[in-house]
């Protein structure tokens, strides 16, 4: 049932939770459910064919994506934390924009080092994006004229300007995905030999095809990157905003951004 995001719970001590279930269509003023179209039967689609598919969601009223905004100019951004929260997204004053969901394999969420403190002391960590060699995770991406996207990208920032910056990944794989009951890898199918952290679980089989990177803008901390554990990475999945920062964070150092994700 269609309601105003304003009614969507933004705690937050527990940022960016909790997340949409489903895909849907924010706008200022309404928050939409929406339903799947078919899933395209092909391994790879690139952006004419990601934009086609976006604009097949069909809307609580009957409309489609495609009916409501012009995609032709829009690009994929990941929204993998609080871009993806409605409330959130009223705050920042979005535009009107789907929420799709995406799988992703080989890269995970995890917590950004530095905390923003203009909502709670001392503050939250923002979600950025990491290699994880065999992880898979459900998130979303969006579509967004270059200027929303920048838009959306500093208001991460805050008062601190250039923490963030919107970045094309070479690696990791994001896919489309319809299934919203997908678990991910519990901690004990992590194994640790000091060095590597390894998924001792197979990647399950595709429901959709992967995208092509290269069309797809990622939020990435570049000024302190994300927390370093002791040489391994605290994933969202695994540890909550509160949990994290109360039983992980300034117990290790920092991974540089650069270290830990290849880009184009």
């Not at 799709?100 to 995890?110: A, K």
Request: with cysteine.
């Amino acid at each position: 049932m269609a309601s105003s995001p304003r009614l969507w719970a933004n705690p937050p001590g527990n940022s960016p939770l909790p997340l949409p279930s489903k895909a849907m269509f924010f706008t200022m003023s309404q928050l939409d459910e929406m339903e799947f179209p078919e899933m395209p039967n092909l391994d790879s689609i690139n952006l004419e064919q990601l934009r086609e598919y976006i604009g097949s969601f069909e809307l609580e009223n009957g409309t489609t994506v495609s009916q409501n905004i012009d995609l032709s100019k829009r690009r994929p951004l990941l929204i993998a934390g609080e871009l993806a929260n409605p409330y959130r997204l009223c705050d920042i004053m979005a535009p009107d924009m789907p929420l799709i969901p995406v799988r992703l394999e080989n890269i995970c969420r995890t917590w950004a080092d530095n905390l923003d403190s203009r909502d709670i002391q001392p503050g939250i960590h923002h979600v950025t994006i990491v290699r994880s060699p065999g992880w898979w995770e459900r998130s979303f991406i969006t579509m967004l004229e270059l200027p929303d996207m920048k838009k959306l990208v500093n208001w991460l920032d805050g008062p601190n300007a250039n923490t963030w910056s919107p970045k094309r990944l070479a690696e990791g794989v994001i896919r489309l995905e319809n299934d919203m009951g997908l678990l991910s890898p519990n901690l004990e199918d992590i194994s640790w030999d000091g060095v590597e952290e390894r998924i001792t679980l197979p990647i399950p089989d595709a429901n959709g095809p992967s995208l092509d990177m290269s069309t797809i803008m990622v939020p990435i901390n570049t000024r302190s990157g994300c927390y370093n554990s002791r040489g391994r990475v605290n994933r969202c999945y695994h540890y909550p905003q509160t949990e994290f920062h109360e039983k992980m964070f300034r117990r290790g150092s920092s991974f540089k951004w650069n270290q830990i994700l290849d880009y184009l």
